[in-house]
Each structure stands twice: as C-alpha cells, then as structure tokens.
C-alpha cells in the first residue's frame, strides 16, 4: 500500500511539472487582423530606416508587402522614449491602428539616461496604446556593447503586459557586419530580416 501511496504521489507530481511546462510554454497570442487593418511601427532610426532607403527598403515598408496590410513608419532618428512617449497620443489618433510595433529605447541606452526611465516610459507607452483598443508587439533594444544583451526590461514589460516580443532580433543583426551600414543601424539587408521576422511572429501570434 506504501509503495502504490508513493507511486500515486510521483505520478501527481509529474503529471503537475507537465502542466507547468506546457503553461510556461505558451506564447502571448494576438486577435486576427482585419482585411483593412493599420499596423503602426512606432521608434526611432531603427524603425525610419537609416542605413537604406526608408521609403523601400525599411522595415515597415517590407512588412507591408509581406502583409499586404498598411503599415504606418513613425520612426524618428535620434529620438529619446521621453519625447516618443509625448508625440505618441496623436500618432495613435492620426492612424488609429490595430496593432502597434514598438521599437524604442536605443537612444536612451546609448545616452545612458537610465533604465528606470526608459522602462517608466515604455510602460505608459503601452498602456495608452492599449487604452485605445490596439495590441502591441514588443522588440527588445539591445545594450551596444560587446554582449548586446537585451535589458530585463523589455521582457517584464512584455509578461506585464501579456505582449508578444522579439527579444533575438536586434542581437543577431548588431552580431553580424553584413546586415549592417555602420556600427549601430541595419542596412537593406538587416532591415528585410526585421521585416521576415516580424511577419514570422504575427502570425505565430494569430494576428495574420
């Protein structure tokens, strides 16, 4: 009876570690786009596109024909998440978009403002893109230094928020000087990546 009694207890507690595995699994989803769908890319140079040409060969514009959907670029080179924080509101009522890539924070790394307030800011950002309705999908800005690491930052926005995020994106793009134009932006190359990975994540998502 002992040795059944223990039995029972070892099938509980594996039959528990499975549960908890297949729950830690589990990605974020996102709703279906509609056919009209806006898709806002919000940030700063890695999102205009510097180091190709913004209008072909940036990120959104890629993601669009990948899509088939608009995809709005609102990113502003050199731009701090302060002021992306204060423009955002009328961005966000200009497009009205179903979903949002936000992409920001680079320029706060680099200047070393801080990472409490570059989070503080990331984390209103999100709320008033939630507040109108709209989902957000997170990319991870990578510290650049030589172990382009990704703040644990994003990370605890994007389970904060129950977002999607792409936190290997960027690092593998700042590891590799072929899909680069200088020592920080993408160049074609590493902006059509952003794009295919993005699209990639939509849809593991179920947003596509």
Do not use: W
């Amino acid at each position: 009876m002992m040795k059944q009694a223990r039995l029972r207890q070892l099938f509980s507690i594996f039959l528990l570690a499975l549960l908890l595995i297949s729950c830690s699994d589990k990605k974020p989803s996102l709703n279906p786009l509609s056919s009209d769908a806006v898709i806002l890319a919000f940030g700063d140079s890695l999102t205009y596109g510097i180091g190709a040409n913004s209008k072909t060969e940036s990120y959104p514009a890629i993601l669009s024909q990948l899509t088939g959907l608009q995809v709005i670029n609102e990113g502003i080179s050199g731009e701090i998440s302060q002021h992306g924080l204060e423009r955002l509101p009328d961005v966000l009522q200009t497009y009205k978009p179903q979903l949002v890539i936000l992409c920001h924070g680079g320029n706060d790394i680099i200047r070393k403002l801080g990472k409490v307030q570059l989070k503080n800011n990331l984390d209103r950002m999100i709320a008033l893109i939630k507040n109108t309705g709209a989902e957000v999908v997170l990319i991870g800005v990578p510290n650049f230094n030589l172990m382009l690491s990704v703040p644990d930052l994003y990370q605890e926005l994007a389970l904060k928020h129950t977002s999607p995020i792409e936190l290997e994106l960027l690092p593998e793009i700042e590891r590799n000087p072929k899909m680069k134009s200088d020592q920080i932006h993408p160049n074609g190359q590493g902006y059509n990546l952003m794009a295919e990975r993005m699209h990639e994540l939509l849809q593991y998502s179920g947003a596509l």
